[in-house]
């Protein structure tokens, strides 16, 4: 299909993959870049916007997104979290497989694949499951998924316990050039707690989930991708000596990668306090010196990139007891705002390494197209305000869930446009 063309004026454009950060004309056409330079002459019939004060990014991808579809779509659908992830500045989002039935199969993934088409919103690249079922006992037909549009094999929220399987599927991934993406927990330590083991926990009588169950999972999984060369992606980390294992194992040239989640990055288990159930998460929020060794690792590229681990849940099933309630949050219309806020603004971070984080890593690590303003490359273009200051207030969301404990927060760097193909798929009204 051919569009029409866009020219987008006189923004801030900020490219890591180019190294380029400076005020420019980027000319989109036919759905990809055309041109990147200043003073781009007019285009015949092309939308212009103006980005004057505005920054333009290769579009933003986030790696962990649960789309619900298919089986739960009270919670979320394909195509309201697609429209949820234009609204904050996203043009590609991962699906996880953890539906019902879990995506285990390649008419499943075709399925996502072909519902995320038709929406016409953010991208969405759809993962497989490790093992049939999610059960941790046969692995599935890598790939057939791969053929059908799967871009990486994970069981997500069902940690594989059995090493043995690990070890086969980091093996069998190769052949297929994916990675293999893995919920860090020892269920045997982890089992029935609720949030992080420490003194909040004690102090509200609920049973807690150490930070071991994490540690020990995490180095497992570099121990087996160090056996096998396969490649391991780590879900949102949360532990500070996590963090430490995965910065030695890069050092010793493991095929690791990892990510943090902003929930992680900003908030520690006092949130809980009063029982509150949009702090509950899997894994837990941790203790200060966790959330500090997470947001070091983030900075430093131990970690890299961020994703939000996008969860809904109705309202009422978060209305439950905490025990109760299941783990969660939504993010895909706040990470931006949210990190732009509190490591740019903060002088933590430069705008350059805030996309590399959040669009060329996740482009790099998933094989995904994208992560680049280069002539040639996709027309996936983020623009957003940096002096825009607005109050996350859930009502607004497109998100057909509201589990957010940021609601109230003050933030400030906001989406105008979200651009994929060429096409503007969302701007702020």
């Known amino acids: 299909m051919i569009h029409r ?6 923004g801030r454009v900020v490219d890591p993959s180019q190294g380029v950060d400076e005020v420019l004309d980027l000319l989109l056409v036919n759905g990809a870049v055309s041109a990147l330079s200043k003073n781009v002459g007019p285009a015949a019939e092309a939308r212009e916007i103006d980005a004057t004060g505005l920054v333009v990014t290769p579009g933003l991808i986030d790696p962990h997104v649960h789309l619900r579809e298919p089986g739960q779509e009270h919670k979320e659908t394909i195509a309201s979290g697609a429209r949820a992830a234009a609204a904050g500045g996203i043009t590609s989002v991962c699906a996880m497989p953890n539906t019902d039935p879990p995506i285990d199969d390649p008419a499943t993934v075709g399925f996502v694949v072909a519902e995320g088409r038709r929406v016409g919103a953010a991208r969405v690249y759809p993962m497989g499951t490790i093992s049939v079922g999610m059960a941790g006992e046969a692995l599935t037909e ?12 994970t069981d997500d929220g069902h940690p594989v316990m059995d090493s043995g399987l690990m070890r ?19 269920l045997s330590l982890s089992r029935d707690g609720s949030m992080n083991e420490g003194l909040v926990s004690s102090r509200l009588g609920l049973k807690g989930k150490p930070n071991a169950s994490e540690d020990i999972h995490i180095v497992r999984d570099i121990l087996l991708a160090e056996l096998t060369g396969g490649r391991i992606h780590l879900q949102h980390v949360s532990t ?27 908030l520690t288990d006092e949130a809980v306090d009063g029982y509150r159930t949009e702090a509950k998460m899997n894994p837990p929020l941790r203790s ?22 996008h969860a809904p849940h109705h309202y009422d099933e978060k209305e439950a007891a905490f025990d109760d309630a299941p783990n969660g949050v939504v993010g895909l219309e706040t990470s931006l705002g949210l990190i732009h806020t509190h490591f740019v603004e903060k002088g933590l971070m430069d705008l350059g390494t805030m996309v590399e984080r959040m669009s060329l890593a996740p482009a790099r690590v998933f094989n995904l197209p994208g992560g680049t ?8 273009v983020t623009v957003f305000d940096p002096q825009a200051e607005w109050v996350v207030d859930p009502k607004l969301f497109l998100s057909k869930s509201r589990n957010t404990p940021f609601a109230g927060w003050k933030l400030k760097g906001k ?15």
């Not at 086969?168 to 020892?186: K, R």
């Not at 303003?373 to 996936?380: C, E, I, M, Q, Y």
């Open 5 to 10: 063309p866009l020219l987008i004026r006189g």
């Open 142 to 153: 890598f790939g057939e998924m791969v053929e059908a549009g799967a871009v990486a094999v």
């Open 168 to 186: 086969l599927a980091l093996e069998y991934a190769q052949a297929f050039g994916i990675p293999v993406v893995d919920h860090p927990e020892d």
């Open 240 to 266: 500070r000596h996590g963090v430490e294992a995965i910065r030695r194992a890069k050092g010793q040239g493991v095929q690791v990668t990892a990510e943090a989640a902003p929930h992680h990055l900003l």
């Open 288 to 309: 200060p010196e966790d959330r500090d060794a997470v947001r070091q690792g983030l900075l430093d590229g131990t970690l890299d990139m961020v994703a939000t681990d």
């Open 373 to 380: 303003l280069k002539v040639g490359g996709p027309g996936d």
């Open 415 to 429: 989406p105008r446009y979200t651009v994929v193909g060429g096409v503007v798929v969302w701007e702020a009204k």
